[in-house]
T-cell receptor
């Protein structure tokens, strides 16, 4: 079975640009979450989407936004990129009910020059 | 809000030398405790979920335990392929709060 897939794997942008990252969840998973992982740190929660609605938001500025599509895939958008946005962006999916584990993709490595 | 602290930050062991990794957290209540393994350049790989104090789970050379305030990941007779960063997280409703991880190196 295919796991969580993310694209692109690597991306280089300059300050002020915007970026769109994509995620396809595991088949049958309806919940998608996004995390930012800075080098040497644990992942930090950005958003959670379920049934195309935002169900949770972490402590990130409004430059960060996301959406979920009818097929449960998701996009993360970041506007007005800053040097500090350089990180590994991880997408995770889970089935619904109780505290089901989240399964992560291998992420998009975003570098801001 | 949950705070999750992992120790040690890094651990080097000889092959076959057993040890334990610690994960402590500040908020009790109805949340899961999750352990993940992360290899360089990869996303976290799910290992265990623990819900209740006293619960234990095992997988190959790994055993996870849970108390009201902390969790331990015990690694028995590790092999070089067990080298990775081990992350723990507390979560509810798909929002996970992660620790900074323990970077484990197993020396042949």
């Amino acid at each position: 079975d295919a796991g969580v897939t993310q694209s692109p794997t690597h991306l280089i942008k300059t300050r002020g640009q915007h970026v769109t990252l994509r995620c396809s969840p595991i088949s049958g998973h309806k919940s998608v979450s996004w995390y930012q992982q800075v080098l040497g740190q644990g992942p930090q929660f950005i958003f959670q989407y379920y049934e195309k609605e935002e169900r949770g938001r972490g402590n990130f500025p409004d430059r960060f936004s996301a959406r979920q599509f009818p097929n449960y895939s998701s996009e993360l958008n970041v506007n007005a990129l800053l040097l500090g946005d350089s990180a590994l962006y991880l997408c995770a999916s889970s089935s619904v009910g109780g505290l089901q584990p989240q399964h992560f993709g291998d992420g998009t490595r975003l570098s801001i020059l | 809000e949950d705070q999750v602290t992992q120790s040690p930050e890094a651990l080097r062991l000889q092959e076959g030398e057993s040890s334990s990794l610690n994960c402590s957290y500040t908020v009790s209540g109805l949340r899961g405790l999750f352990w993940y393994r992360q290899d360089p350049g990869k996303g976290p790989e799910f290992l265990f979920t623990l819900y209740s104090a006293g619960e234990e789970k095992e997988k190959e050379r790994l055993k996870a335990t849970l108390t009201k305030k902390e969790s331990f990941l015990h690694i028995t007779a590790p092999k070089p392929e067990d080298s990775a960063t081990y992350l723990c997280a507390r979560g509810i409703r798909e929002k996970l709060t992660f620790g900074t991880g323990t970077r484990l190196t197993i020396i042949p």
